[in-house]
């Protein structure tokens, strides 16, 4: 019942720029924190941008003034505006919906963004 239809990934060179984005059924979506993770081949899932159900936003440090993360409540849609890619981004992409107030801790399915040249 519960959802998170991602899309948005693909193949992009070094330099460029993607959208994600992450639409949420069966849960009362301004209720949210929603956040992007990714993670590599062999390496830990790692938190990439947050954002709470009153727009306070948190970056990795290493995505910090490239990616954006925002929210449209009326669409039940989170993004991630991502600039600049590198190769070290490359992931698979995963959104996560969490309410605070109680233990509902959902993901999606992943996207891949591969930067290459």
């Known amino acids: 019942q519960v959802q998170l239809v991602e899309s948005g990934g693909g193949l992009v060179q070094p330099g460029g720029s993607v959208r994600l984005s992450c639409a949420a059924s069966g849960i009362l979506f301004n209720r949210y924190a929603m956040g992007w993770y990714r993670q590599a081949p062999g390496k830990q899932r790692e938190l990439v941008a947050l954002?709470?159900?009153?727009?306070?936003?948190t970056f990795a440090d290493s995505v910090k003034g490239r990616f954006t993360i925002s929210r449209d409540n009326a669409k039940n849609t989170v993004y991630l505006q991502m600039n600049s890619l590198q190769p070290e981004d490359t992931a698979v992409y995963y959104c996560?919906?969490?309410?605070?107030?109680?233990?509902?801790?959902?993901w999606g399915q992943g996207t891949q963004v591969t930067v290459s040249s």
């Open positions: 954002i709470t159900k009153l727009r306070t936003t």
């Open positions: 996560n919906a969490r309410w605070v107030g109680g233990t509902d801790n959902y």
